[in-house]
């Protein structure tokens, strides 16, 4: 069997996705995700001018060798484009893989090591109050483990509380990028005492989490963690930036609150010392973004030798193919400890068919060959892509601060 054809696909069904289609000359053919939210043009160029034109004529079997290809050998390595692109590839030979052997993708990994992968959805509200109503809501769907994010007073446009109940995660934003006010005292402020709200009326029945999204230094992350320590989260998200891992010692010698990080992470190099030197207890890194499948199983088998579980990274803002490789991985691993999802409005369901569901609780994948799902590519090319960004944060004093 050979690569024929690379096919990449932009299309904007709610929000913008970059698609790569692999085609073989045995008629079976493959879908993978490469989108990078904001930057979505520059991986597609990426991928059809200097990754498709060395793809052809490959034997589409020889995963690890095409991944080591694209990887090492073009000397200009990682990074959020190039490992974007290459996790769109990479998704899409897996896809073949298991279409050729008639399994699931799970079933090539080493087969079920569990039903279900335990997944969390989010939860927002301008009031304590909203927030509470929201999680009750979510907790009547089936879910066990929930994000709790609250607005911040005196501030605007809070991150993760944007997006209103109802509203398709990650869809289309304005052309020039939404600008938040923010202020990191008044955030520390807030969200202990949401947290003293939600426990004192919902109890300990639900698992609560919380994101802070890399915006505070390394003290006040340690100081927030401690305050956070009587409400027994199920871990706190992304405290800091990923630039000076060795910061998360000082939140460990802080707290014993469980730790997740790696969002912004793009190979296993990024996320070895945390997990060696046992820093976090959740790895959390993007599928579509650190090169596929193929390291993110590496990935998880360093993680499983320290004990830290996986918590892949699932939002509105990468294609239902990421999701399906997602759940795949989580069924096949050990260490698998939570996953985030998102519900996909119905455009983009029409448009990629078929992925993972959600059962009481739980995310799921069926049992067709490869990832489960497929593109409508003569719908998709009705959804024309529209220029997008993520949003900005800006202080009181005007400076940017990090998003």
Known sequence: MKITNVKVLVTCPGRNYVLVKIETDEGLYGWGDATLNGRELSVASALENHIAPLLIGRDPDRIEDTWQMLFRGTYWRGGPVLMTALAGVDLALWDIKGKRAGLPVYSLLGGKTREGALAYSH???????????????????GFKVLRAQVAVPGTHGTYGTAVKRGEAVGSVREAAPFVEQWEPSLYLKVVPPLFEHLRSTLGDEIALLHDIHERLNPVQASQLARALEPYNLFFLEDPLRPEHKESFRLIRQHTTIPIAMGELFHTRWDALPLITEQLIDFIRCDIGHIGGLTEARKIAAI?????????WHGPGDIAPMTHAANVHLDMAIPNFGVQEMTFFPEATQEVITGGPYFEDGYMKVTDAP????????????????????????????GSVHDW
């Open 123 to 141: 939860c927002s509200g301008e009031s304590f109050e909203e927030v509470e109503d929201c999680i009750r809501e979510r907790m009547e769907q």
């Open 303 to 311: 993680a499983e030798t320290y004990n830290v579980q996986t918590a």
């Open 370 to 397: 490869g990832l489960g799902t497929d593109v409508n590519e003569a719908l998709a090319a009705k959804y024309e892509y529209k220029s997008a960004y993520l949003p900005m944060v800006r202080r009181f004093d």
